[in-house]
C-alpha cells in the first residue's frame, strides 16, 4: 500500500523555505477566508483533480503524459466558466481524496481504500443540494487544512528540522494523528468562515456572500 502521507511529507521537506512559506499562506486563505474568494479557489481544486484523474488515466491506458495536463487545463475552465460545476467538481474531488486518505490512515487494504474514494467521490457530487451555501465553505476549509499541514511540514522541516522531523515520526507511528489535527484545524476554520458569512449578511452582503447566493 503506498503511504501518500509520507511521501507528501518527504516531498515538502525538501522544498526551500519559501515554497513551503506560499503553500502555508495558500492554505491560511483557504482556511479563513475561502468563501470570498471561491470562485477563485475552487477552479485550482477542479484542476488539481483534473490533473490526477488524467495522470491516472494515462498510466492505465498507456496514454501520453500530456493527458494530464490536458484534463486539468480542460476543467480549469469550465470551473471558471460554471461556478455551479466548479462547486460540484471540487467537492467530488475533496470529499472523493478525504475519504481514500482516511481510508490509508485507517489500515485498509489498497483496492478497498479506492473503493472508499469512490463512494466519497459519489457523496461529494450531489452536496450542493444540501448545503448549496455552506458547501464552498466546508470544500475550501477541507483543503486549505491539507495545505496547512503540508506547508508546516516545510517550514519546520526547512526552519526547526527537529521539530519538522519529529513531527513527520509521529505522523508515520500515529495514523490519525493528522487527521484528528485537520479536523481541529477544520473546525477553526469553519467558525471563523461561517461567523464572516452571517456577518457580511447583515451587514448588506459582500463579493463572496453574492458568489454564493447566486451560484
Known amino acids: 500500500m503506498h503511504d501518500f502521507q509520507s511521501l ?43 490533473l490526477a484523474l488524467g495522470a491516472v488515466l494515462a498510466a492505465v491506458a498507456g496514454l501520453p503524459g500530456g493527458v494530464a495536463v490536458l484534463a486539468a487545463a480542460v476543467l480549469l475552465i469550465v470551473a471558471l466558466l460554471r461556478f455551479r460545476v466548479a462547486l460540484m467538481l471540487s467537492s467530488a474531488f475533496t470529499f472523493g481524496a478525504a475519504a481514500q486518505y482516511l481510508a490509508v490512515q485507517l489500515g485498509m487494504r489498497p483496492n478497498m481504500s479506492l473503493i472508499i474514494g469512490g463512494i466519497g467521490l459519489a457523496v461529494g457530487f450531489p452536496l450542493i443540494y444540501v448545503c448549496r451555501r455552506t458547501l464552498p465553505i466546508i470544500v475550501t476549509i477541507i483543503q486549505g487544512a491539507g495545505l496547512l499541514v503540508v506547508g508546516f511540514v516545510g517550514l519546520s522541516t526547512g526552519l526547526v528540522p527537529s521539530l519538522g522531523l519529529t513531527f513527520v515520526d509521529w505522523s508515520a507511528r500515529l495514523p490519525l494523528m493528522v487527521p484528528v489535527l485537520m479536523v481541529m484545524l477544520c473546525t477553526l476554520g469553519y467558525t471563523v468562515q461561517i461567523n464572516a458569512y452571517q456577518g457580511d449578511i447583515e451587514s448588506g452582503g459582500r463579493s463572496g456572500v453574492r458568489d454564493l447566493e447566486t451560484s
Do not use: K
Open 8 to 50: 507528501i511529507f518527504r516531498s515538502a521537506g525538501r522544498w526551500p523555505e519559501a515554497t513551503s512559506l506560499v503553500v502555508f499562506a495558500i492554505g491560511l486563505l483557504y482556511t479563513l477566508q475561502g468563501f470570498r474568494f471561491a470562485r477563485f479557489l475552487l477552479p485550482l481544486v477542479c484542476a488539481g483533480g483534473g
